[in-house]
């Protein structure tokens, strides 16, 4: 077989100082030995990697079939930026006994010093991809912290607007009217009441209500939307929740005024298939090493609502057990003793409800010496239940968002800042080059701990007063009446009563004392 001559072009985007595709393939020529001849493989696809490429793949099969004798580019960065890519690359070149000319650098890969001298060039060419990728990178976060629109889908509930920042024009979100009060409806019913995301998705289906593509929503979607950052109207208490998430903000508190929303980006991860199984659905749930960003549109969830849904997504994460069973008031409460994972029940066929574990399950847990019926668990979580009820006078219904005093919320942003100011103190005493220097830095230090307790107290006093002032402004349940009433009270009202009592009840191997209850 008569091998033939192979030229490579490659071009990312035009460019008015880059050489064209057409102009790389005129400059190739006059290396070709025939150019006649010459197979020519063109595209323009970036150089990042030699995987989603079709020419050079089509290429590269030329070489294995023993087609190809020579393969000439215009410059090297043109056929890879990557090294990894390129030493596979040349590995089967040699395999194959083919040539490889690179019209700029003007190789000679027969002798050792050509070749050395080809592999620096690579390491080059990479490093330069990589400061490419920085510049672009740290250009994309600098409009963002601007407050500028960086592409991508716009949110359920929201519609695209002109916008003007700097001069420059943008996209903004605008809360569009027909579908904000479905936004603010789904969080504040998930916020306030026992549903399940499961349930709100059955809710929008059942009154025809569909996504911006024109879906039904599902319960990973509403999952996504319940945690986006885009919907609330962000004060202190949500930059306070993202610092302590570990999410790095670039807009002081001052700028949390309670109005707008919030932009989240991810640093984007290289691709693989176990990464991407990892990274599925932790976009909002992991905010370590997310930056937050105040957007220039109004938000539609105030904060306290959504506040509360990403403490019930946080809860519902970490305990797999959903809470709608329909046995007992105790779903989504029970443990096993031994190995700590939710517990089930188990109807036997003569009628009786029994308790199983997941560990056991899964093979992980040697379960209960004592077989536990549902009715005696019951029996002994209720008089630990009542017991917690008579020690208490009321039981008070909880309040999402009741408006707060200015001086509640200046107390609490007051607190933040003192706490980022001995943030940085400490790590100036740490590289304090003397005593006298860390000793000026203790003192502020300790000036900053004071007005802090100062704060604390004077925070934890009006919040107290709040609590007692809401308690006598709502109808409280009657604590007699409730154990009076309890086999007549309905489930899901024992379930309610139960979750805001109950933090977990652990189901041990004992029958005398082998159910514990835990109050929050």
């Known amino acids: ?32 030995d025939n150019p006649e001849r010459c197979e020519i493989y063109q595209e323009s696809k970036s150089g990042k990697d030699t995987i989603h490429r079709d020419q050079f793949n089509r290429m590269m099969e030329g070489v294995r079939a023993g087609r190809i004798s020579k393969i000439i580019v215009y410059r090297l960065d043109r056929i890879s930026r990557s090294l990894a890519d390129f030493a596979k ?45 920085q510049r672009v990178t740290d250009s994309y976060f600098a409009l963002a912290r601007k407050g500028f629109f960086m592409g991508g889908p716009t949110p359920f509930g929201f519609t695209k607007v002109q916008y003007l920042i700097d001069g420059k024009r943008t996209k903004a979100f605008q809360a569009d009217p027909a579908s904000k009060d479905v936004i603010l409806q789904m969080f ?20 025809g209500i569909q996504s911006a593509r024109g879906t039904f929503f599902t319960s990973s979607s509403i999952g996504r939307i319940l945690r986006h950052p885009v919907y609330v ?21 001052e700028d949390f005024c309670g109005i707008n929303g919030c932009y989240l980006y991810a640093p984007q991860q290289p691709y693989s298939k176990d990464a991407k199984k990892k990274r599925s659905g932790r976009k909002f749930s992991d905010l370590s090493n997310t930056q937050v960003i105040i957007a220039p549109h109004e938000g539609i969830v105030p904060a306290g609502i959504w506040l509360a849904c990403q403490d019930k997504l946080d809860r519902n994460r970490q305990v797999p057990c959903v809470q709608r069973g329909k046995h007992t008031w105790m779903s989504g409460l029970m443990k096993c003793a031994n190995c700590r994972l939710g517990v089930t029940v188990v109807n036997n066929n003569r009628g009786r409800n029994y308790i199983n574990c997941y560990g056991r399950k899964k093979h992980q847990c040697r379960g209960r010496s004592y077989p536990w019926r549902l009715d005696e668990i019951e029996s002994a979580a209720e008089l630990q239940l009542f017991h917690r009820l008579h020690q208490l006078k009321t039981v008070s219904p909880i309040e999402i968002d009741l408006p707060e005093s200015q001086g509640i919320s200046e107390l609490r942003t007051q607190i933040i800042k003192i706490e980022e100011q001995m943030d940085k103190i400490e790590h100036e005493i740490l590289l304090a080059t003397s005593d006298s220097i860390q000793a000026r830095w203790r003192q502020k230090q300790a000036a900053l701990q004071m007005q802090l307790d100062e704060c604390r107290t004077k925070f934890s006093e009006l919040q107290s007063a709040r609590n007692v002032k809401n308690q006598k402004q709502h109808q409280n349940a009657d604590v007699g009446s409730i154990i009076h009433n309890w086999q007549t009270i309905e489930l899901e009202t024992k379930k309610r009563i139960a979750r805001t009592l109950i933090d977990f009840i652990l189901v041990g191997d004992k029958r005398e004392d082998g159910v514990q209850v835990f109050f929050k």
């Not at 690179?102 to 990479?126: Q, R």
């Not at 306030?192 to 929008?204: E, F, K, N």
Request: proline share 2%; charged share 30%.
């Open 1 to 32: 077989m008569n091998r033939v001559e192979a030229i490579y072009a490659r071009q990312s985007i035009e460019k008015k100082d880059s050489l064209s595709i057409e102009q790389q393939i005129e400059r190739c020529k006059k290396k070709a």
């Open 89 to 133: 690359m040349w590995d089967e070149l040699n395999t194959y006994g083919v040539q490889f000319v690179s019209c700029t650098e003007d190789f000679d890969t027969s002798t050792p010093m050509g070749d050395a001298m080809l592999k620096i060039a690579m390491v080059f060419a990479e490093m330069e991809r990589k400061i490419i990728v």
């Open 188 to 207: 504040t019913q998930y916020a306030t009441s026992d549903v399940s995301i499961g349930a709100l998705a059955r809710q929008c289906k059942e009154q």
């Open 233 to 253: 109207k962000a004060d202190e208490r949500v930059y306070a929740y993202f610092k302590s998430k570990g999410a790095a903000l670039y807009n002081p508190i």
